[in-house]
């Protein structure tokens, strides 16, 4: 359905307590916005998570749900509080403490796309922003509260494995030049969000398959690892973060050469990552 908040591919068989979750890939841009912004098609795309929907979308061959937004990031922010209103873009908004993600224009609804570039240029009014909430954000939340709900149910843990790409320069500048730069960044705010034993079996598919992990630097994860992470009640969330260079031309926003074969590379690191709720299915059956 046109401007849905997200799509949803179940598995035939649930066999795995893992949810993916992509909640920066949407690129359906409402008539609505694209007349207000200041922003070209190319730039207004600039902050979108773009095809990683389609690199996770083998989820369900392997037993796991995958839920992915279709409203853009630009839109409306998913992996933010929805409270984290902009008073600089939203008339009524205020201001609650210091909100360094606000501060900057990343708030739930976003002011700016990468580098700083502004979208609108003007205010929202805050009715409009009340209803991006209540019409995307919250039914995506309830999805993935739900989805959480019947894995803990199923398998006595749920494991939401939030999906993200960062742009290649962000790496560059945060990685030592002496060493191989990441091409993956697992986020668990340290620790807050996840078990070491998942993350470490995380990290181990994307190593099995020849990628070089890093955690926590430069991305710990955001709201929906603080909100779903509680690693003491078997709920864990951890946030990947992939190099965009690998599959895509950044500038382009189009898949590049390796588009394929790298989505094929994350087949079997997804079948991995799915395979930790299989072994939790096969234990509770004996």
């Known amino acids: 359905m046109q401007n849905a908040p997200y799509v949803l591919d179940m598995p035939t068989n649930r066999t795995s307590c893992v949810v993916f979750s992509s909640p920066h890939s949407g690129r359906n841009y409402p008539e609505t916005m694209l007349s207000r912004t200041v922003l070209s098609e190319n730039v207004i795309r600039s902050s979108e998570d773009a095809f990683v929907d389609q690199l996770f979308s083998a989820a369900a061959d392997f037993g796991a749900p995958m839920i992915s937004a279709l409203m853009p990031r630009a839109y409306l922010d998913l992996n933010r509080s929805a409270e984290e209103l902009d008073p600089a873009l939203i008339q009524g908004a205020r201001r609650h403490g210091h909100n360094p993600r606000v501060a900057s224009g990343l708030g739930v609804i976003p002011r700016v796309v990468a580098n700083g570039r502004a979208i609108y240029s003007g205010k929202l009014t805050m009715d409009e922003a009340r209803l991006r909430i209540d019409t995307c954000w919250r039914p995506y939340h309830a999805r993935i509260k739900s989805l959480l709900a019947e894995s803990q149910e199923a398998f006595g843990q749920a494991i939401l494995v939030d999906c993200h790409s960062m742009p290649h320069e962000a790496v560059a500048m945060v990685s030592n030049p002496r060493t191989r730069q990441p091409d993956v960044v697992l986020g668990d705010r340290f620790g807050a969000s996840a078990s070491v034993d998942v993350v470490d079996r995380i990290e181990a598919a994307f190593v099995a398959a020849g990628l070089n992990v890093a955690r926590n630097t430069p991305f710990a994860g955001a709201y929906v690892t603080q909100t779903y992470g509680r690693p003491t009640r078997d709920q864990h969330a951890v946030q990947i973060e992939i190099d ?15 588009f394929a074969a790298f989505q094929e590379i994350l087949r079997e690191v997804i079948r991995d990552i ?9 234990l509770a059956a004996e």
């Open 244 to 258: 965009r260079a690998l599959y895509m031309d950044e500038a382009r926003i189009e898949p590049n050469e390796n």
């Open 274 to 282: 799915a395979s930790i709720g299989e072994e939790t299915l096969r």
